[in-house]
């Protein structure tokens, strides 16, 4: 005998109760529970495996104008989420499916089906479409390759080089041939594993000041190319160790995430006069048009394991504050992301 399973006709998500002032705190976020609506003709229902939680939301979390609109207070964040389809409307998408979409901090969510993409999961874990194969692998690709313009023989400099962007910027240029690729991190142990993924030289930024470090890694080769994931004294040690020509990818600038007054570094910028720099900030979003290449590309490094990516688990959608806050601190290694 046969048994059906009822549908779930609420969820639970985290809602913003209050916008942060510097650093994050649990009281800025809300567990709540919200009624689902009914599928209409082209929806689906998914129950969210994973959610990603990423630097980009601190931003949101500010009342102010961006290139994303601010999160709405008591109302649900969203996100990257992989989760598998429940019910569905639609013909474009059946119950088993595994899919990617932006309803994250919840359980479940129903959205158009025509909002979604088919996670390969014949190619990688469903986790791994928010990571290595998603988002944040496109980040890493189209940075270093179509805004930084890598060529292959150049010397990289990547900062916040064991998180989710990172670690896969520093694979990708070794696997195009990069003559040297040098990193940053927090830990003795981010250290160690950055050499592991195949990084020429790396240090620990709280060792000594990052000029420095940055100096005795690069040598007398300087560097060409920097991959930007932290700004402030990072961005002005690649200032004055790029060489005439360099390139930099501007993609986030997490030291200054929090900060509540106005940061003084870099303050070496002129340098980019005289060296002929090109400084280049770029969004995910602008970058679509690469998504094909890129999914074929990162496919055949995954499988011929030339690149490998790291994440950073937490269980659970009551802790999904934490580990984004926790991401802000510099806690994970890899993709960070919360298993439901």
Known sequence: MSTVTALPTTTREIRLASRPEGRPTQENFRL?????????????????????????????????????????????????????????RSDARKVGDAVVHSLGWREYAVLDANATTVARTDLAPASAFLGALGMTGLTAYAGLLKVAEFTPGDVVFVSGAAGAVGSLVGQIAKAMGASRVIGSAGTPEKVARLLELGFDAAFNY????????????????????????????????????????GRVAMCGAISQYNATEATPAPRNLMLAIGKQLTLRGFLVGGQRQHSAEFAEKMAAWLADGSVRYDETVVDGLENAPRAFMDLLDGANTGKMLVRL
């Open 32 to 88: 709540a529970e919200s009624p689902l609506s009914e599928l209409q003709d082209g929806q689906i229902l998914v129950r969210n495996l994973y959610i990603s939680v990423d630097p980009y939301m601190r931003g949101r979390m500010n009342d102010a104008k961006s290139y994303s609109a601010p999160f709405a207070l008591d109302k649900a964040l969203d996100g990257g989420a992989v989760g598998e389809v429940i019910a569905s």
């Open 206 to 245: 709280r060792d000594a000041p990052v000029r420095e470090q940055l100096k005795a890694a690069a040598g007398d080769k300087g560097i060409d190319v920097y991959f930007d994931n932290v700004g402030g004294d990072h961005l002005e040690a690649a200032l004055a160790e790029l060489n005439v020509g």
